[in-house]
């Protein structure tokens, strides 16, 4: 049995207990930072700065749940081989490594802090890369492995991070893109580039002055849409470990998932949950004509993610509405700003400032304490579709549906929100889990659109356990 000395929490065997803890924050130096032999524990809202020098947990004979929490870099594995069965985790921000998601209870609506996107979700299924040459300053023959489609497999420096360093890619025709991701995979988030600067080319040989240039921790880069067939990104800063790239990207973000606009209305966005959640301002709207109103569809609320820049609405849907089986349900969004007014938002509407997405089991929300026990909860993430002032002052519509059985369909009333009013009512109760989501809030968001916005401090006591 292993030591106790060396956990946050520890069990032993045979104590049968069951506690909840809301809102902790752990900084220490443990072994591990759960181990159980028995009992159930629930952490809601946890933030480990330090998991564990070896694992997050290990728990034998025990029930571990994690929801809403976030968890920094961790030792040699997330849990202890085996441990998995017994732990649930959901909505979460971590660093699964070496552990199989599909071994845990249950693992669902969790962000790596890597934002490692390559092994099996939607950018797997990115076309066409087949095409494209990858080279490098170095270890120019693994290059390659950086479009193969195996998260196992990397591309690196073999060394150390020192300005200069580059990475290139030919796509063999040109791309319009406005994303640029290279994904860390399962290395440390460290892995990525220390500062970068980006050059796009139409022949490689021109290049030009940089389009970009900063810093990131998780590898994804936002450019000005660009039409290219080259790419390079150039390392520009200085660092010990070595600049990874497990998969190579370039996306069009602002065609594929972002909020609508006047400039672009054809969204898919990804489905995760995290952060605290504001309430939405009820608007009335207009009952749509064959179909009704439900109390048993709902917007509970939004988030913002500061590691994915986006915003979230959390709703929800009873599984079976006035005696009939619900069979699918999703989120309808508006762009308000657009001609459109609230009876607009309607389920296959044709207005290309109207726009639905169905939910699938990436977006439930296991374990979600709300007023229901019966209903399904569920998220989904829109990215911001651009930055500035007028982006985060653009106010949004979305209601929530649900289709039945027989055809009818159920909404929940259509709400307004902005994205400014969401990171104001977030940063003003102090409801981001981490201090850099915090500040995420204020630097990104809140003073682009007022300069003069008064910064207030975290209080970090929101996070202790008293």
Known sequence: MLNYTAAYFYSEENSNFKSTFNNCDFWGQPQRGIILNSGNLTLYGAHFNNPGQQTLASVSNASLNILASASNQNGSAFVDSG??????????????????????????????????????????????????????????????????????????TNGSQTPGQWFMVDFGKTL???????????????DAPAAYEV??????????????????????????????????????GSKSNYWSIHEFYVL????????????????????????????????????????????DVKVLGYQ??????????????????????????????????????????????????IASYEATSKGIIANYNGDSATATYYARTMTHNGSGAARYNAKYYVRAYSVLENGAIAYSEVYDFSLYSIADTLYQNNLMPTYDGHQYLFYNILTVVDPDY?????????????
């Open 252 to 295: 069009n973000a602002a065609a594929n998932n972002d909020l609508i606009s006047d400039e672009d209305e054809s969204k898919a966005p990804e489905e995760t949950t995290t952060e605290e959640t504001t309430k939405p301002e009820e608007t009335t709207t207009v009952e749509p004509k064959g179909e009704f109103i439900s109390d």
């Open 83 to 156: 441990s998995e069965k017994n732990i649930s985790i959901s909505g979460s921000i971590l660093n699964n490594r070496n552990n199989n998601a599909d071994s845990f209870k249950s693992f669902d609506s969790n962000m790596g802090l890597g934002s490692t996107v390559s092994s099996s979700g939607a950018l797997a299924q990115v076309s066409g890369r087949d095409s494209w040459k990858a080279t490098a300053c170095n270890n120019n023959n693994n290059a390659k492995n950086a479009l193969d489609g195996n998260a196992s497999t990397r591309w690196d």
């Open 304 to 353: 913002i993610s500061a590691v994915l820049r986006g915003s979230r609405v959390l709703y929800s849907s009873e599984p079976t509405i006035k005696g009939q089986k619900v069979v699918s349900s999703g989120l309808i969004y508006g762009f308000a700003n657009g001609p459109i007014t609230k009876d607009d938002v309607v389920l296959n509407s044709s207005n290309k400032y």
């Open 176 to 190: 319009t893109y406005n994303t640029i991701i290279c994904d860390v995979g399962s290395s440390t988030s460290s």
């Open 199 to 236: 050059y796009v080319s139409s022949n490689g040989n021109d290049w030009g002055n940089a389009i970009v240039s900063g810093t990131t921790t998780n590898g994804i880069i936002k450019v000005d849409v660009q039409n290219s067939r080259y790419v390079r990104v150039v390392q520009t």
């Open 454 to 466: 008064k910064e207030i401090p975290y209080k970090w006591e929101n996070t202790v356990n008293k």
